[in-house]
């Protein structure tokens, strides 16, 4: 059955397992609400990136599909404190993701935790609004920059060569205002991909963003494959990121990534 479209924040229990919810249309069906991280919650205290969520999602097996999660607090100035806005967050396993819109600034999509599958989706932000520890494959999905300056696209935080996590950009576009990086390295062994994805102008030609630490470079995992676009030329890229071969791109361009046909029924 359609939802409504609603003006509050919503969590799902990771007591339901199983829940899908479908919208009329991303256009008519929206989940929204302004909560940041520095928004005093009900004792007093700032909610933390964490719980400034518009829509949490903590039960496995979970599907949205036509559905708009939106956050409405506005873009923040370079360097403000406390500004993070997440339209959702998913920190349950087996989640997929169909026709949906994801709308914010600094901290758009909490892709938290799991494995996560992304389908025809659009994603707004200004920085880091691609964020987290997952394992997801975003595919067809057209990603949207709106800061009037600079931002990331993604913040991945992988922390450890063992975490089986990542992100996975195919057959997507990338587009928007500002000047924009691909990525900053928020987990010490971040990892990032994108193949045959469009990428305009804004791309900041070097790409990444090491967080402020060099020795991240040592360990991070950031590619592209096959890319096209202005803002696709690896040759200014930072001469620790990659432009993969066949073989190395070919564990990020299928379902498999994300165990997908284990799992994955739409």
């Excluded at 999602?57 to 949205?64: L, M, P, R, T």
């Excluded at 873009?75 to 994801?102: E, H, T």
């Excluded at 999905?141 to 992100?167: E, K, W």
């Excluded at 995992?221 to 676009?229: A, P, R, T, V």
Aim: charged fraction near 20%; proline fraction near 5%.
């Amino acid at each position: 059955m359609p939802a409504p479209t609603r003006t509050e924040k919503v969590s799902i229990s990771p007591l339901r397992g199983f829940v899908t919810v479908e919208g009329a249309g991303a256009d008519r069906t929206v989940v929204q609400w302004g909560d940041t991280a520095d928004t005093a919650g009900p004792w007093g205290r700032p909610f933390g990136t964490f719980a400034s969520a518009t829509f949490a999602v903590n039960s496995q097996f979970f599907v949205a599909k036509n559905i708009t999660f939106k956050n409405t607090a506005p873009v923040p100035r370079p360097g403000a404190l406390g500004k993070q806005g997440v339209a959702l967050r998913i920190s349950a396993d087996n989640a997929a993701f169909v026709g949906c819109n994801f709308l914010g600034a600094q901290d758009t999509l909490y892709d938290h935790l799991g494995r996560h599958y992304y389908k025809d989706c659009y994603i707004e932000g200004s920085v880091d609004f691609i964020f987290g520890n997952a394992l997801s494959l975003y595919e067809g999905c057209h990603v949207h920059a709106i800061s009037p300056h600079y931002g990331a696209l993604t913040a991945q935080n992988r922390r450890s060569m063992l975490d089986d996590t990542g992100f996975s950009f195919l057959n997507c576009r990338v587009t928007g205002s500002g000047a924009l990086y691909l990525g900053r390295a928020w987990g010490t062994f971040s990892r990032v991909v994108f193949a045959y994805t469009y990428m305009d102008n804004i791309i900041i030609p070097r790409g990444w963003y090491n967080w402020g630490d060099p020795t991240r470079e040592m360990t991070v995992f950031y590619g592209q494959y096959k890319c096209s676009g202005p803002g696709a030329n690896h040759a200014g890229r930072v001469d620790w990121s990659r432009e993969l071969t066949d073989e190395e791109a070919k564990p990020f361009i299928s379902l498999s990534f994300i165990d997908g046909l284990e799992w994955l029924r739409l």
